[in-house]
């Protein structure tokens, strides 16, 4: 993303406009440069952790929403090795919630990537329902 263009965005948008994160990965920079939050994938899985680094921001305490930002961003970033919803259907259905299967013309995720993604996700625990 271009963080000056947002940064401008949210600086001359009118009262009431609110600019959000469309990716996990940005929701940290974007927040705290005034963005208002996210439309989140992660949030499937990992949705009080996000909340957490979010509350941290807007508490001011940067350094601690830092610290959480960079612990998630590895799971941020394997979402979206592949074509969206595989990585999250895939992570959803492994975590033991029915998400069922992809649609066509999208299929599941060859060995490959569950290999490395599994790793990735290990490291983290799913934590819904959201409170």
């Known amino acids: 993303s271009d963080y000056v263009q947002i940064t ?5 948008a009118p009262d009431g406009f609110r ?24 949030s499937n899985l990992y949705g009080n952790q996000i909340k957490t680094m979010m ?4 508490e001011g305490n940067i350094e601690s929403a830092a610290t959480e930002h960079k612990r998630l961003l590895p799971i941020f970033k394997a979402l979206f090795w ?7 259907k895939y992570a959803v259905n492994r975590a033991g919630f029915n998400a069922g299967p992809v649609r066509l013309p999208l ?25």
């Open 8 to 12: 401008n965005i949210i600086d001359k």
């Open 19 to 42: 600019v959000w994160s469309g990716n996990d990965d940005e929701t940290f920079p974007i927040m705290c440069v005034g963005g208002h939050g996210v439309v989140s994938v992660a």
């Open 55 to 58: 509350g941290l921001i807007l």
């Open 82 to 88: 592949v074509t969206n919803p595989i990585p999250i």
């Open 107 to 131: 299929c599941d995720p060859d060995e490959d990537f569950i290999s490395t993604f599994n790793p990735v996700m290990d490291r983290y625990e799913a934590d819904l329902p959201v409170s």
